[in-house]
């Protein structure tokens, strides 16, 4: 049984019930457009979070390495010191 949009639903109680039933979403302006608004915002908050995260491990890496350049910088200075004063106790 298909149901025209211009026939009348007055004739019998159960077609009206059929269509209001096919008819599962009625779209309120106004509310879709703070839902979209409202999926957006908690989108862009999700993605700065994870971009956040990102920073703060790219940060702690950072620090890792300093550390670590840090270290080699002291001890090729050392070997440097170690090289040159062997070098003064081997000049004739």
């Known amino acids: 049984m298909c149901l025209s949009s211009s026939q ?3 004739d019998t109680p159960t077609r009206l019930v ?9 779209r309120i302006p106004r509310l879709s457009r703070r839902r979209r608004m409202w999926r957006k915002e908690k989108k862009m908050e999700m993605k700065n979070i994870m971009l956040y995260m990102e920073n703060q491990y ?18 090729n ?5 170690q090289l040159q004063t062997k070098k003064v106790s ?3």
């Open 8 to 10: 009348q639903f007055s």
């Open 18 to 26: 059929l269509y209001l039933k096919t008819q599962t979403h009625v």
């Open 58 to 75: 790219i940060i702690q890496e950072n620090e890792k390495l300093k550390k670590k350049a840090l270290l080699l910088h002291q001890e």
């Open 77 to 81: 200075k050392a070997l440097f010191s």
């Open 90 to 92: 081997h000049v004739p």
